[in-house]
């Protein structure tokens, strides 16, 4: 059974720093590729990076790119989110996806729909 849960948010402020993890069970993470989404309150879910299974090629939102890096350790079937300098607008719950379905390739998407397997999310709130 596939499984993705996060953990690691929290509160943090401005400027700081935060790692947020994506374990995966019941599937070889290494194989498929990973999406990290965020919805803020009364917002769409929308995606924010993603790292493809062979090659592990990371892609990222403009919104996003140069705060946040994406990497993938194949010891603890985890993928992580490092949010560096984080703003107020970076708030909102964090999730992690795979599609089960599509195994290997070098691609992977910041569209929800690309996706059919969900963690439960971890809220991050960045404030002073």
């Known amino acids: ?8 948010g929290g509160l943090v402020q401005p400027g700081g720093s935060l ?20 919805q803020a309150p009364g917002k769409e ?8 299974s062979s090659e592990a090629s990371a892609y990222y939102a403009d ?23 984080p703003k107020p607008e970076d708030t909102g719950v964090y999730y992690c996806a795979t599609d089960s379905q599509r195994r290997g390739g070098n691609a992977c998407w910041l569209q929800t729909w690309e996706y059919d397997s969900w963690g439960q ?3 991050v709130t960045v404030s002073s």
Not at 1 to 8: I, N, T
Not at 22 to 31: E, I, M, N, Q, V
């Open 19 to 38: 790692r947020l993890s994506c374990k995966a069970s019941g599937f070889t993470l290494d194989y498929y590729a990973i999406g990290w989404f965020r």
């Open 121 to 123: 999310g971890t809220q």
């Open 63 to 85: 919104s996003v790119k140069g705060r946040f890096a994406i990497s993938r350790d194949s010891d603890k079937n985890t993928v992580y989110l490092q949010i560096h300098s």
């Open 1 to 8: 059974q596939v499984q993705l849960v996060e953990s690691g």
């Open 45 to 52: 879910r929308e995606g924010v990076s993603c790292i493809t």
